[in-house]
């Protein structure tokens, strides 16, 4: 119980040091002033986004998205693959008859 209270206090006190913000006068955000402002910046902002949204979808998304789909392949193809077979085979017998009897009247 002591050694929490000793950690707990430890990461308040470095979490003050690791995130400071400075924000200098340069840094600060404007609101605009006009309707026109507003349009040019929400105008600026809307020509960005789909250079942006290219950038993540095509740098960071399809490559995570790979990476899973190759790590799938394996448990895919060596577990899950053949017990759906099997499964398929035994339906496929079962009903493959009715099936084929059927197909005219459809």
Do not use: H
């Not at 308040?12 to 924000?23: D, L, Y």
């Not at 002033?33 to 250079?51: F, N, W």
Request: some cysteine; charged content about 20%.
């Amino acid at each position: 119980m002591l050694i929490k209270k000793y950690i707990l206090i430890v990461s308040i006190i470095i979490s003050g040091f690791c995130f400071p913000q400075i924000i200098t006068a340069e840094q600060t955000v404007q609101a605009p002033e006009t309707i026109d402002e507003a349009k040019e910046i929400g105008l600026e902002v809307l020509d960005q986004l789909p250079g942006a949204t290219k950038n993540v979808w095509q740098e960071e998304a399809l490559p995570f998205l790979n990476s899973i789909l190759e790590w799938a392949k394996g448990p895919w193809e060596n577990y899950i693959k053949p017990k759906l077979k099997i499964v398929y085979n035994a339906l496929a017998g079962i009903f493959g008859q009715e099936i084929e009897k059927r197909t005219p009247a459809v």
